[in-house]
């Protein structure tokens, strides 16, 4: 890892974003917080993101230092938080996605509070818009993180906060090794129950992001959780496509939660195992043919069979 040279350093995280990106620079140009590094990084975008990147680059005249990066391949979404937290020039990070905006003092008031709790992870409260700038439903809020940090409760939610709040110590990648390649894992739901298990996480109660949802780089509120779908072959699919994720998760979790030093017999451990073995009851429905499901599984590939064909026959 890098030595530490910055005070933070701001990842402005962007693909196919042009246009949204002028916004979201001016808002990490604009921040108050001094002894910032600000890497703008594309991740191999088709549209004209990096070029307003590298013209505001070019432009700035203020107290940060900027630095551009392009990648050379698409990375994805968590390889390229990786790459970004591995090469960044201070131990702690702000992810900037490149679709929401941030307050002025966003960044000067994470480091307050990191600071002073000496917290891994902090987050705060968000204002959220639609796609089209209108404001919309704070989903965020119905997050575990906003009740409790218990990491009992962390181990098995899908929920817990919104990342694009947050700041981060690179700890959680040095402790834990750096997030799953499979982006749909996301990013706030590993970094969340490592800090979780830490004991770690402070909340700021206050708006310092506009959150625009269902148009960023890993449309995390995806629209179609939200309401009835179409057909149920438009279910099935969705559904089909849940387990890997799930998988991914999970999994990750467990490994977390070892690398921590839990006891195998840990209510964590035990829990996070049987929904490994759930999620992958639950996968296999859809990738086998139902002869072999039913052969490998028994009684319990009923049982899962009933209740997916239950989700697709709603269309859920």
Known sequence: ??????????????????????EAVECAFAQDAEGLEII???????????????EMAEAYDGP???????????????NHINYLV??????????????DTSMPNRVSRLLEVMERDDAMLVHSDASTID????????????ALFYRTTDPVEAALSDSLFLGATSAYRRELWQKYGPLPSYSKAF??????????????ISYIDEKLVCYRQDVGISNVNSSSTRYKLATMAESRERRQKLFGPRAALFNQRLKDARTYGLPEDHEIIRALESQVRKVHLRGDFY?????????KYGRPALRITLSELNYIVKRK
């Open 1 to 22: 890892m890098a030595a530490s040279k910055f005070r933070a350093s701001v990842l402005l995280l962007a693909y196919n974003q042009e246009n949204f990106i002028r």
């Open 40 to 54: 703008m990084s594309d991740d191999c975008s088709k549209d004209s993101t990096f070029e307003i990147m590298c």
């Open 64 to 78: 940060h230092t900027i630095k551009l990066n392009k990648n050379r391949k698409n990375l994805g979404v968590n």
């Open 86 to 99: 591995e090469t960044a020039g201070s131990d702690i990070c702000v992810p900037f996605p490149a679709d």
């Open 131 to 142: 796609g089209e700038g209108n404001p919309a439903k704070g989903w965020h809020k119905l």
């Open 187 to 200: 990013e706030d739901l590993i970094t969340g129950f490592r800090a979780a298990l830490e004991g770690r």
């Open 287 to 295: 990738a086998m043919p139902w002869w072999r499901y039913f052969m």
